[in-house]
């Protein structure tokens, strides 16, 4: 064995000074137990001795998290840390086959529990995170952003769990953070309730303050994040009816004032027969035209047809029955309740000629520049705010529709107790589903009547106008439909 010397060697490499230890373990083979906290601070160049047995590497301890080396934390044996593992650890998926029903609820609402309070105490980590400037051991911004790259969690889902941290351990320490504690109140409930907390008016008391803390919390038990929410808008009015009432009209009149002023609405045609559009409107305006919708939508209670063929598909998708709908409602705008544009009431005109009208193919103009088929023309001049210029061989006006040929409410009311619905043989859509059709079109001199109309549903009154159907009045009075071959 080599000793080692403290005064430097011939290649001019300066020792430090040894410790008195180790020339007695050189010498002996022992290796004394002030060795084992002071050796990892003694650099050896390589070859210096001769080892008796090879080095081995130290295991590290506690959790590796990428940018943050082993001991950044400090004692890796927190007692938190060390419950937070060894929860984790009793978690299993093992045994699940033979749980009972009893004890699927009970485990349900245990891991709901469970999963509360983890998420409470994920976010007093973060706020405590924060003020130990964890995020600089690998150069993010904030705690929330080194949370959120270490864990693969959203970034969105982070900064919510700080934002209720801060709250717990500061401003809504008395209630909330308790219950949050004991799993009492979820994630999403918290962050409603501190957002809740955080409008009310900086001038309230710390008692009012307090005692609207309590309440949502009391009122977390029974009620989701989204019915909290509502509470929350409200929560002054409970506990403080007299001063509740102003600040909830303040906060109402500012919410309106701001969505008249961010108030949008764009149009686009892509020149395929298709326009795309997408607005911005205050909660009143969106619950009208809600209103509206719904009852052109029909909804799936109210769809009485026995054909499955004949329903609204249970997987339809609620923008599709929208859509159709606002279709409608446009279809059914009344000219006279809208305002005059350059002298002539809000009307789309649609220009063709006499062929066309009576059972030509020959596209059909609008006055806004845009063309349509002819079965589309027909159909919309039954009863929808269209009114047809029929033109001659010398493109003369031969007749400016009549807005006469609208059937009256009275005459669906009669309509609907006669038919009983769509006319159509097979389908069983109900009169609230239909639009009153002309027997003997309107365009051939037909009359605006009970005797000489229908009621059609929106998909046979589109193919009774299209060429490629053959139409059938039976003794019964239903209409029959038969596809050209």
Same mark, same amino acid.
């Given at each position: 064995?080599?000793?080692?010397?403290?005064?430097?060697? $011939?290649?001019?490499?300066?020792?430090?000074p040894?410790?008195d230890?180790?020339?007695?373990?050189?010498?002996t083979?022992e290796?004394p137990?002030?060795a084992?906290i002071?050796?990892?601070?003694v650099?050896?160049?390589p070859?210096?001795?001769?080892?008796?047995?090879?080095v081995?590497?130290?295991e590290?301890?506690?959790?590796?998290?990428?940018?943050?080396?082993?001991d950044?934390?400090?004692?890796v044996?927190h007692?938190?840390?060390?419950g937070?593992?060894?929860?984790s650890?009793?978690?299993?998926?093992d045994?699940?086959?033979?749980?009972? $029903?009893?004890?699927?609820?009970?485990g349900?609402?245990?891991?709901?529990?469970?999963?509360a309070?983890?998420?409470?105490?994920?976010?007093?980590?973060?706020?405590?995170?924060?003020?130990?400037?964890?995020?600089?051991?690998n150069g993010?911004?904030?705690?929330?952003?080194w949370?959120?790259?270490?864990t693969?969690?959203?970034?969105r889902?982070a900064?919510?769990?700080?934002?209720?941290?801060?709250a717990l351990?500061g401003r809504?320490?008395t209630?909330?953070?308790p219950?949050c /504690?004991?799993?009492?109140?979820?994630? /999403?409930?918290?962050d409603?309730?501190?957002?809740?907390l955080?409008?009310?008016?900086e001038?309230?008391?710390?008692e009012?303050r307090?005692?609207a803390?309590?309440?949502?919390?009391?009122f977390?038990?029974?009620?989701d994040?989204?019915a909290?929410?509502?509470?929350?808008?409200?929560?002054l009015?409970?506990v403080?009816p007299?001063?509740?009432?102003?600040?909830?009209a303040?906060?109402?009149e500012r919410?309106?004032r701001?969505?008249?002023?961010?108030s949008?609405l764009?149009?686009?045609s892509?020149?395929?027969g298709?326009?795309h559009?997408?607005?911005?409107?205050?909660?009143l305006?969106?619950?009208m035209?809600?209103?509206a919708l719904?009852?052109?939508a029909?909804?799936r209670?109210?769809?009485?047809?026995?054909d499955?063929?004949?329903?609204?598909?249970?997987?339809?998708p609620t923008p599709?029955?929208?859509?159709? $709908?606002?279709?409608?409602?446009l279809?059914?705008?009344?000219?006279?309740?809208?305002p005059n544009?350059g002298?002539?009431?809000?009307?789309v005109?649609?220009?063709?000629t006499?062929?066309?009208?009576?059972?030509?193919?020959?596209?059909?103009?609008?006055?806004t520049?845009?063309?349509?088929?002819?079965a589309?023309?027909?159909?919309?001049?039954?009863e929808?705010?269209?009114?047809?210029?029929?033109?001659?061989?010398?493109?003369?006006?031969l007749d400016?529709?009549r807005?006469?040929?609208?059937?009256?409410k009275?005459?669906?009311?009669a309509?609907?107790?006669r038919?009983?619905g769509?006319?159509?043989?097979g389908?069983?859509r109900?009169?609230?589903?239909?639009h009153?059709?002309?027997?003997?079109?309107?365009?051939?001199g037909?009359?605006?009547n009970?005797?000489?109309?229908c009621?059609?549903?929106?998909?046979?009154?589109?193919?009774?106008?299209?060429p490629?159907?053959?139409?059938?009045?039976?003794?019964?009075?239903k209409?029959?439909?038969?596809?050209? /071959?």
């Amino acid at each position: 064995m080599t000793g080692v010397s403290s005064s430097g060697d $011939a290649g001019g490499w300066d020792e430090p000074p040894a410790p008195d230890w180790l020339e007695h373990a050189f010498a002996t083979g022992e290796w004394p137990v002030e060795a084992d906290i002071s050796y990892a601070t003694v650099f050896v160049p390589p070859g210096r001795y001769d080892a008796g047995q090879p080095v081995e590497d130290v295991e590290p301890v506690g959790w590796v998290v990428p940018g943050v080396p082993v001991d950044a934390g400090g004692d890796v044996a927190h007692p938190v840390v060390a419950g937070v593992g060894a929860a984790s650890e009793a978690l299993t998926f093992d045994g699940l086959d033979w749980m009972s $029903a009893a004890d699927a609820g009970a485990g349900l609402v245990a891991v709901q529990r469970l999963v509360a309070r983890a998420s409470a105490l994920a976010a007093v980590l973060l706020s405590r995170a924060e003020e130990l400037e964890l995020y600089r051991e690998n150069g993010a911004s904030t705690a929330a952003v080194w949370w959120a790259n270490a864990t693969a969690l959203t970034r969105r889902d982070a900064y919510r769990s700080a934002r209720v941290g801060d709250a717990l351990v500061g401003r809504c320490g008395t209630h909330l953070a308790p219950a949050c /504690e004991a799993g009492t109140v979820n994630s /999403e409930q918290a962050d409603v309730i501190v957002k809740a907390l955080d409008v009310l008016p900086e001038d309230l008391s710390v008692e009012l303050r307090s005692q609207a803390e309590e309440t949502l919390v009391g009122f977390a038990a029974d009620h989701d994040a989204r019915a909290l929410r509502a509470i929350g808008k409200k929560i002054l009015t409970v506990v403080a009816p007299e001063v509740g009432e102003a600040h909830e009209a303040a906060l109402l009149e500012r919410e309106e004032r701001e969505a008249r002023a961010v108030s949008r609405l764009s149009m686009v045609s892509d020149g395929h027969g298709k326009v795309h559009g997408r607005f911005t409107l205050p909660e009143l305006h969106g619950a009208m035209l809600r209103k509206a919708l719904d009852a052109y939508a029909a909804p799936r209670h109210l769809n009485a047809a026995d054909d499955p063929d004949q329903r609204f598909r249970a997987d339809r998708p609620t923008p599709e029955r929208y859509g159709q $709908a606002f279709q409608q409602l446009l279809e059914m705008l009344d000219q006279k309740d809208l305002p005059n544009a350059g002298g002539t009431g809000a009307t789309v005109v649609v220009t063709m000629t006499l062929e066309s009208l009576l059972g030509g193919l020959a596209s059909a103009s609008l006055d806004t520049g845009g063309t349509i088929s002819a079965a589309e023309a027909r159909r919309l001049a039954c009863e929808a705010g269209l009114v047809p210029a029929v033109l001659g061989i010398k493109s003369e006006v031969l007749d400016l529709g009549r807005t006469a040929r609208f059937h009256t409410k009275a005459m669906r009311t009669a309509m609907a107790v006669r038919d009983g619905g769509c006319v159509a043989e097979g389908c069983m859509r109900p009169p609230h589903q239909t639009h009153a059709h002309h027997l003997i079109a309107w365009s051939a001199g037909g009359h605006t009547n009970v005797k000489d109309a229908c009621l059609l549903c929106d998909q046979h009154h589109h193919q009774i106008h299209h060429p490629l159907y053959l139409v059938e009045r039976l003794g019964t009075g239903k209409l029959r439909f038969t596809r050209r /071959e």
